[in-house]
């Protein structure tokens, strides 16, 4: 397994496993706390795993946490998805930038997205599985939703959307958002 930076992204990472295919299907590790401790994170810092099944053209988010953020590990473990995640860190060099990635089961690749950075996906297969890796327990009390289609943001979704959350439908802008946490 090695490790990549996201250069539009400070602190984010895309772990690329190795898998060994034979005629059975395939096998690879798709965490190892060495090659994480190697890009400065804390292996053991990780509280809760989740996964989301969606159906082709189901998009979630752009999803992120109030207070003390929430950083995350996000892989597509079956299916696939278009993913996206926007630095929304005022101190980060790379504060309103976008990263888009193409996770699928085939290549097991794993995004890190650290806290203070929105993120979403849309499926992109009839069945798309996605595996969490989170570093503190889910409060609902500090979700925080921003609208898939702000064209401030101007995501480019490669389908169209057939469902989404009545949160996420609701979503406000990311110019509220922002005035929100200002005010």
Same mark, same amino acid.
């Given at each position: 397994?090695?490790?990549? $930076?996201?250069?539009?992204?400070?602190?984010?990472?895309?772990?690329?496993?190795?898998?060994?295919?034979?005629?059975?299907?395939?096998?690879?590790?798709?965490?190892?706390?060495?090659?994480?401790?190697?890009?400065? *994170?804390?292996?053991?810092?990780?509280?809760?795993?989740?996964?989301?099944?969606?159906?082709?053209?189901? *998009?979630?988010?752009?999803?992120?946490?109030?207070?003390?953020?929430?950083?995350? *590990?996000?892989?597509?473990?079956?299916?696939?998805?278009?993913?996206?995640?926007?630095?929304?860190?005022?101190?980060?060099?790379?504060?309103?930038?976008?990263?888009?990635?193409?996770?699928?089961?085939?290549?097991?690749?794993?995004?890190?997205?650290?806290?203070?950075?929105?993120?979403?996906?849309?499926?992109?297969?009839?069945?798309?599985?996605?595996?969490?890796?989170?570093?503190?327990?889910?409060?609902?009390?500090?979700?925080?939703?921003?609208?898939?289609?702000?064209?401030? *943001?101007?995501?480019?979704?490669?389908?169209?959307?057939?469902?989404?959350?009545?949160?996420?439908?609701?979503?406000?802008?990311?110019? $509220?958002?922002?005035?929100?946490? $200002?005010?």
């Amino acid at each position: 397994m090695k490790a990549t $930076e996201v250069p539009s992204i400070d602190g984010a990472f895309l772990f690329e496993p190795t898998p060994y295919a034979d005629e059975r299907g395939f096998f690879c590790r798709t965490f190892d706390a060495d090659v994480v401790r190697s890009v400065g *994170l804390d292996p053991d810092g990780f509280a809760q795993d989740s996964v989301s099944r969606s159906v082709r053209g189901v *998009l979630r988010g752009l999803h992120l946490r109030s207070g003390a953020g929430e950083a995350k *590990l996000v892989r597509c473990s079956y299916g696939q998805v278009f993913d996206v995640v926007v630095d929304l860190r005022p101190d980060s060099p790379t504060y309103r930038n976008r990263a888009f990635f193409d996770l699928s089961g085939e290549t097991q690749v794993t995004v890190y997205v650290p806290a203070g950075c929105a993120h979403g996906f849309q499926a992109l297969t009839d069945t798309a599985d996605v595996s969490y890796r989170i570093d503190r327990p889910h409060d609902p009390a500090e979700d925080v939703t921003i609208a898939f289609d702000d064209p401030e *943001l101007a995501i480019p979704w490669p389908l169209p959307v057939v469902s989404m959350s009545e949160r996420d439908r609701k979503a406000p802008s990311l110019a $509220e958002i922002l005035r929100h946490r $200002e005010g």
